[in-house]
Nanobody, 120 residues
Framework: QVQLVESGGGLVQTGGSLRLSCAASGSILSINDMGWYRQAPGKQRELVARITRGGTTNYADSVKGRFTISRDNAKNTVYLQMNSLKPEDTAVYYC??????????????WGQGTQVTVSS
């Protein structure tokens, strides 16, 4: 199995920055795409950003130019640098990874989520 553990959430003022990290661990053979999603109260979970193993990225229009996704394949870790934060970025942020383990075929895994709150 594969476990994803997020860190870096918190409370920040409008215009501030936060950096989220998500480390994958377990009996990992390979990880393809990794990404960040978020879910605000009363709303559906939505894509924030994704990155392929080779480094190709895509972003939600609402975060383009403000957020940057990156990854360290050697550490099985994905990051989300969030700048110029707005109150509408407030949500629980979830890490996602498509991984192959010694016990399970390719599967999408999710972290437990980390709260990001942007005060106005």
């Amino acid at each position: 199995q594969v476990q994803l553990v997020e860190s870096g959430g918190g409370l920040v003022q409008t215009g501030g920055s936060l950096r989220l990290s998500c480390a994958a661990s377990g009996s990992i053979l390979s990880i393809n795409d990794m990404g960040w999603y978020r879910q605000a109260p009363g709303k559906q979970r939505e894509l924030v950003a994704r990155i392929t193993r080779g480094g190709t990225t895509n972003y939600a229009d609402s975060v383009k130019g403000r957020f940057t996704i990156s990854r360290d394949n050697a550490k099985n870790t994905v990051y989300l640098q969030m700048n110029s934060l707005k109150p509408e970025d407030t949500a629980v942020y979830y890490c996602n990874a498509d991984a192959l383990s010694t016990r399970t075929p390719w599967k999408a895994y999710w972290g437990q989520g980390t709260q990001v709150t942007v005060s106005s």
